[in-house]
């Protein structure tokens, strides 16, 4: 699939040296003549389908490139477990151009430790057992771009969203070795990515999970993702992975964390970053600091991977199949209901148990239609709590996060 980029003046003001030090970051190699790129030209490689340099398929969207984001179409995150190509990419500062994993070092401090102590990466993998769980990542802000009034920020719709394989050491067992006092109550991250202003002193994002999340058997310090070593632009050589949380909890090229006897305070903890009012609020209403809350489990959502939005059934008497896939944050998923009528019917269709907890559970059936013209197919799952998805946007806020609506395909039946 062809999406070209949009090209307009604010995009290519975008551009220029850090996007060139992103491309030569992402594609794992030099860019020879790369004093000579024009400054504010868009690099070739972000645009379809030449994206596929960068180890992305050529399918993916990209909303912005400096920092560089990138969203994933419905149809191309059918894999059970998503691969690097087809995972959406989220970077608030600029990331890291290149990581020695010989030389990485991981230090853990902060007022909750008995004495900060520093791992090698080899010794954390030495030391410790590993593990391997599917987890599923979304970024709470998956969805933004159907808000009314918007919010600013990146335009996701449906395909900040995945579920890779990862293996790490526990991170439980990690602190456990290091010594935490019973003061601890939150555990911040640092990773090695620089800020877009440049200032080598600014942090771009920390953030972090409460101590009890930490703890969870699935949190892990992660090296490899299916099998192989993460790849630089999702967190090589070592990630924090905070399953079923917003993925912002799961910092990348992480080489400290803290364990605070508060709640972490870094960039992008505060103010109204990853908060939802405590209470609902009216469309468009100012909300006080003091009112947001920290987003902690993700609601439940699913996706419609097959049919692909768009597609012409051409047979009226013929069954169409349609599969996806539902998550609950720490819930699982209970059921998943299909309806071609706008919501007003609805079939449940059976929905396979989790690989693991915190990992996505697939769906498959069939619908059918009564006679030819357009239908919408919608999927709404529900968690073992009993609550569904919402038809339509749910809970307005100021940033635009947590919109987890049923997932909608237009499907033309009919020649
Ligand atoms: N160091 C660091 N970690 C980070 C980020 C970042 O900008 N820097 N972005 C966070 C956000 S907001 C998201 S949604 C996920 C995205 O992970 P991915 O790019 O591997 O899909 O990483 C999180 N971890
Ligand atoms: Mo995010």
Not at 112 to 136: C, G, I, N, P, S
Not at 173 to 190: F, M, R, S
Not at 205 to 224: C, D, N, V
């Amino acid at each position: 699939m062809d999406t070209p980029l949009p090209d307009d003046p604010d995009r290519r003001r975008f551009l220029g040296r850090v996007g060139l030090g992103t491309l030569s970051a992402l594609l794992g190699t030099v860019v020879p003549f790369g004093r000579g790129f024009p400054d504010g030209l868009l690099p070739a490689a972000f645009a379809a389908p030449a994206n596929g340099l960068l180890g992305k398929d050529p399918g993916l969207v990209v909303l912005n490139d400096r920092p560089l984001n990138a969203e994933v179409p419905a149809h191309l995150l059918a894999d059970a477990v998503t691969p690097a190509s087809r995972m959406f990419v989220r970077n608030n500062g600029v990331p890291p151009a290149a990581v020695d994993p010989a030389t990485w070092t991981l230090t853990i401090g902060g007022e909750a430790v008995k004495a900060e102590r520093t791992f090698t990466l080899a010794e954390l993998k030495r030391d410790f057992a590993h593990h391997t769980y599917e987890l599923v990542l979304e970024c709470g802000g998956n969805g933004r771009a159907e808000f009314v009034p918007g919010a600013k920020g990146n335009q996701w719709t449906t395909g900040a969203v995945s579920c890779a394989r990862w293996t790490g050491v526990r991170l439980a067992d990690v602190l456990e070795a290091v010594g935490v006092t019973p003061e601890a109550v939150y555990v911040g991250y640092y990773g090695r990515d620089t800020h877009l202003s440049g200032d080598p002193k600014k942090v771009v994002i920390s953030r972090g999970i409460p101590i009890a999340k930490a703890r969870q058997p699935e949190t892990l310090l992660a090296f490899q993702m299916n099998g192989e070593d993460i790849p630089l632009a999702h967190g090589a050589p070592l990630r924090l992975v905070a399953g079923g949380w917003p993925a912002s909890t799961s910092g990348k090229w992480i080489d400290r964390l803290v364990v605070r006897d508060r709640v972490h305070d870094g960039p992008k903890m505060e103010g109204q970053s990853y908060r939802m009012p405590c209470k609902p609020v009216a469309p468009g209403a100012e909300v006080p600091d003091a009112e947001m809350c920290i987003i902690e489990s993700m609601p439940v959502k699913s996706l419609i991977t097959l049919p692909r939005s768009g597609l012409v059934h051409p047979d009226p008497q013929a069954p169409l199949a349609v599969a996806g896939h539902a998550w609950a944050g720490e819930r699982a998923v209970a059921a998943l209901h299909l309806s071609i009528d706008f919501g007003q019917t609805w079939q449940a269709v059976p929905v396979q148990a989790p690989t693991n907890r915190l990992a996505w559970q697939h769906f498959a059936g069939e619908v059918r239609f009564p006679t030819a013209g357009y239908y919408e197919i919608w999927a709404r799952a529900t968690d073992d709590a009993g609550v569904a998805q919402p038809m339509v946007v749910p809970g307005w806020n100021p940033k635009g996060y947590l919109n987890n609506a049923c997932h909608r395909v237009a499907v033309r039946v009919g020649a």
